[in-house]
């Protein structure tokens, strides 16, 4: 079993839409709860992260983490077409960031 | 500046070739790493450098041969590679605290094809 699964997508919505991305995880020990968003021929880059159990708000992101259920999701609302792009779900493995297991990605495309 | 700079954007070598991809930050960052991302899937740590020293290899083949010169500088050298070597080589920074949620800044990677 992979230690993080990702819906896998891809997602289409209508510009406007709230769209929700969603990964689970297989230990219960994670603690920080990563994700990236990567544009076409460009490198990742960290949207938001989350400790432990909760909401975080950034904007029009909300990531939320449930650990009774190990399931995490990245809520977008009021997508806009410059949201298009492909979401990675992340948990890094122990005190190194760089060392992460990630999801498969989901691509999304916000058409106008 | 909050930029990790990759040269070149695009490689294409044969499989007798030696290359080098060159990966450059100033923003103070002291662990570095290089991630292999194939099409439509994750990016894959390949090696961590912390303070100049290699701290992590992911088993990678020896036909990549990982180099930090100094702290801002971290190079790969490729030598004698394969067709499945064709994928985006992602060079990431983080400041190297020692959390697991500290943030890493990736490079555009250099979209390398190997005929």
């Known amino acids: 079993q992979k230690e993080v699964e990702q819906d896998p997508g891809p997602l289409s919505v209508p510009e406007g839409a709230i769209v929700s991305l969603n990964c689970t995880y297989s230990?219960?020990?994670?603690?920080?709860f990563m994700w990236y968003r990567q544009y076409s021929r460009k490198g990742p880059e960290l949207l938001m992260y989350?400790?432990?159990?909760g909401n975080k708000e950034d904007g029009r992101f909300t990531a939320q983490v449930d650990k009774s259920s190990k399931y995490i999701s990245l809520f977008i609302r009021d997508s806009q077409p410059s949201d298009s792009a492909t979401y990675l779900c992340?948990?890094?493995?122990?005190?190194?960031?760089?060392?992460?297991?990630f999801g498969d990605g989901t691509t999304l495309t916000v058409k106008p | 500046d909050t930029e990790v700079t990759q040269t070149p954007k695009h490689l294409v070598m044969g499989m007798t070739n030696k290359k080098s991809l060159k990966c450059e930050q100033h923003m103070g960052h002291r662990a570095m790493y290089w991630y292999k991302q194939k099409a439509k899937k994750p990016p894959e740590l390949m090696f961590v450098y912390s303070y100049e020293k290699l701290s992590i290899n992911e088993s990678v083949p020896s036909r990549f041969s990982p180099e930090c010169p100094n702290s801002s500088l971290l190079n790969l050298h490729l030598h004698a590679l394969q067709p499945e070597d064709s994928a985006l080589y992602l060079c990431?920074?983080?400041?190297?605290?020692?959390?697991?949620?500290?943030?890493?800044?990736f490079g555009s990677g250099t979209q390398l094809s190997v005929l």
């Open positions: 990431a920074s983080s400041l190297n605290t020692g959390q697991g949620n500290e943030k890493l800044f």
């Open positions: 992340a948990i890094p493995l122990g005190t190194n960031a760089g060392k992460s297991t």
């Open positions: 230990n219960s020990a994670f603690q920080y």
């Open positions: 989350t400790y432990s159990s």
